[in-house]
């Protein structure tokens, strides 16, 4: 193995990525070991030399969300105390992105803190995909590239040749995401107002701002969980006249009771990625998952070679 040939190690948070990512990179994924005591704790091997080498450590930290970014930690520790030169951590979904602010009193703003552990732990770039709030970034004194799974989802969309389409915001906060989707597809835009009032993952739609009239609207967002606002934007569209709707989520997370949520909604197809692989639920005929690790992939190989991965972003 040369020096400059790419390593990937994929965590239990993500091992189908993984081998998606190497499959599009023409290689194998770093041997590895993870083991799971009885008593609750994680233990994790690297099984090859990566003394001096530049590795790529993929691992979404979802399902469950705490074990896989201890996981995750411990991925850096035990390659940096294996002297990699340098540890490129791939986080397909960064589960606590949610934890942005301090909005209410005595609460942590939690995705702080996970940079903090990330960046202690010896990480030294990280690579996303759609935080859910950009100004993570900020979070890190290390570089991120936050990708967009957009142009992912916008061409599984467009291959269905969905006639009058409109694209929808399920909330104020996702406008400007949804106008990307709206510009990339070349439709109308329009937004759900929305409300939510608790941390019960519940909120209300209370209108449709826009003409959805006579069209199929197409609802994205960045995260599914328990699809209730997904499935109230799609009953509000429907009664403002929509003809047919459709959704495109970059991170399916699934909670238990979603899948009946959504067969019993007027969506007729919904779109996520494969970011997210460890949900404790079977999807239902309605999901379709389109796939990610090409663009992971192509981010690994540009970081690695020292290319620009600017092109990557779709606007």
């Not at 041997?31 to 233990?43: A, L, P």
């Not at 450590?57 to 294996?82: C, G, Y």
């Amino acid at each position: 193995m040369s020096a400059d040939e790419i390593v990937v190690v994929g965590g239990s948070g993500s091992p189908k990525l993984t081998a998606n990512i190497c499959r599009y990179l023409g290689i194998e994924p770093a041997r590895r070991d993870v083991f799971h005591f009885s008593e609750g704790t994680t233990f994790v091997k690297v099984g090859e030399n990566v003394r001096g080498r530049r590795v790529y450590l993929v691992q979404s930290t979802a399902w469950p969300a705490n074990d896989h970014f201890m996981e995750l930690l411990f991925w850096i520790d035990a390659l940096k105390r294996a002297s990699a030169a340098e540890i490129t951590v791939i986080i397909p979904y960064f589960s606590y992105g949610k934890g942005d602010k301090k909005d209410e009193p005595r609460v942590s703003i939690r995705a702080r803190v996970c940079a903090d552990a990330i960046e202690a732990a010896g990480a030294s770039r990280v690579v996303t995909l759609d935080l859910h709030a950009p100004q993570i970034q900020g979070f890190f004194r290390l570089p991120v590239d936050d990708l967009d799974g957009l142009p992912v989802l916008a061409e599984a969309v467009r291959c269905k040749g969905l006639e009058n389409l409109v694209v929808v915001s399920p909330d104020m906060g996702f406008v400007k995401q949804a106008r990307k989707y709206a510009d990339f597809l070349g439709t109308g835009l329009a937004i759900g107002d929305k409300e939510r009032r608790g941390h019960d993952e519940q909120a209300t739609v209370l209108r449709i701002i826009g003409d959805v009239e006579g069209k199929t609207a197409l609802i994205v967002d960045d995260v599914v969980i328990s699809g209730g606002t997904l499935v109230e934007a799609a009953r509000q569209l429907v009664a403002a006249g929509a003809t047919a709707v459709y959704a495109a989520v970059t991170h399916g997370v699934f909670s238990k009771d979603a899948m009946q949520q959504i067969m019993a909604s007027p969506i007729q197809r919904l779109f996520v990625t494969d970011s997210i692989e460890t949900q404790p639920v079977a999807f239902c005929d309605k999901i379709e998952v389109v796939s990610v690790a090409p663009l992971l992939a192509e981010a690994i190989r540009r970081i690695h070679y020292r290319e620009s991965i600017s092109v990557l972003f779709p606007l």
